[in-house]
């Protein structure tokens, strides 16, 4: 396995691909760009936002909601059924891939945030969920009812849960993505994965190639976006001074 496989893996055409699923990587990435950037700013104290109103609160959902639902599109658009054993050996060097990036945002952001560093973002979620997946390949209904059932019951509260972690874990972190309920959003995303790649619409290869470069190179964007953003807002902010 190649860890650094995603920053020099050769493009695949767009007209190859899902341009919906490309589309919904692509806006999440644009978007947590637009976010990193302006919390950086808030930090350096170029700007304040609300961390309760749209753009501290709201805009984060949406963007690791576009993440997941991408993800468990795409992950369950590979035809072809096989044993759980051999499911398990194809989804080894994906999730030691996620897990091992995911154990150097933890390192990193605990240097950088020790009272709040963190422990579970979008990528420890996402190496869970390569885990999780296996048992609904090839059952996209069974995951789409799954998915329907735990947002229903997280946004009416019928069973009151909690993820294991915020019980355990008292410490708020900076990013903290727990498998309930994201877990709902990458199984729906699972479940729809059957209806939604039959749909490709038509769209002009200079807006269809942008956006498909973005997408397929999104693990890259977002391991190195952070330190980009904030190291050039640290210069400005030293020169300036």
């Given at each position: 396995m190649n860890l650094f496989?995603?920053?020099?893996?050769?493009?695949?055409?767009?007209?190859?691909?899902?341009?919906?699923?490309?589309?919904?990587?692509?806006?999440?990435i644009v978007l947590m760009v637009i976010f990193h950037t302006g919390y950086d700013l808030a930090m350096f104290g170029y700007w304040q936002?609300?961390?309760?109103?749209?753009?501290?609160?709201?805009?984060p959902r949406i963007i690791v909601t576009l993440f997941l639902l991408?993800?468990?599109?795409s992950l369950n658009l590979k035809p072809g059924k096989l044993s759980l054993k051999a499911e398990f050996i194809n989804a080894w060097p994906r999730f030691l891939k996620l897990f091992i990036f995911a154990l150097?945002?933890?390192?990193?952001?605990?240097?950088?945030?020790?009272?709040?560093?963190?422990y579970f973002g979008t990528l420890h979620c996402l190496a869970a969920l390569t885990i999780i997946a296996i048992f609904f390949r090839d059952r996209p209904k069974i995951a789409l009812i799954?998915?329907?059932?735990?947002?229903?019951?997280?946004?009416?509260?019928?069973?009151?849960?909690?993820?294991?972690?915020?019980?355990?874990?008292?410490?708020?972190?900076?990013?903290?993505?727990?498998?309930?309920?994201?877990?709902?959003?990458?199984l729906l995303g699972m479940g729809l994965s059957p209806y939604i790649k039959h749909f490709n619409p038509k769209v002009p290869s200079f807006i269809a190639g942008p956006v498909s470069v973005i997408s397929q190179k999104s693990l890259p964007i977002y391991l190195l976006h952070q330190p980009i953003i904030y190291s050039s807002i640290l210069l400005f902010n030293t020169l300036t001074r």
């Open positions: 496989k995603d920053f020099y893996a050769p493009l695949i055409p767009s007209e190859k691909r899902l341009f919906l699923i490309d589309f919904f990587r692509f806006s999440a936002f609300n961390m309760q109103g749209f753009f501290g609160f709201t805009l991408s993800s468990g599109l150097i945002i933890s390192g990193v952001s605990r240097f950088m945030f020790p009272k709040n560093w963190i799954c998915g329907l059932l735990i947002q229903l019951n997280f946004f009416t509260d019928l069973i009151p849960l909690k993820d294991p972690l915020e019980i355990l874990v008292s410490m708020k972190s900076v990013d903290f993505i727990p498998l309930y309920p994201w877990a709902g959003v990458f």
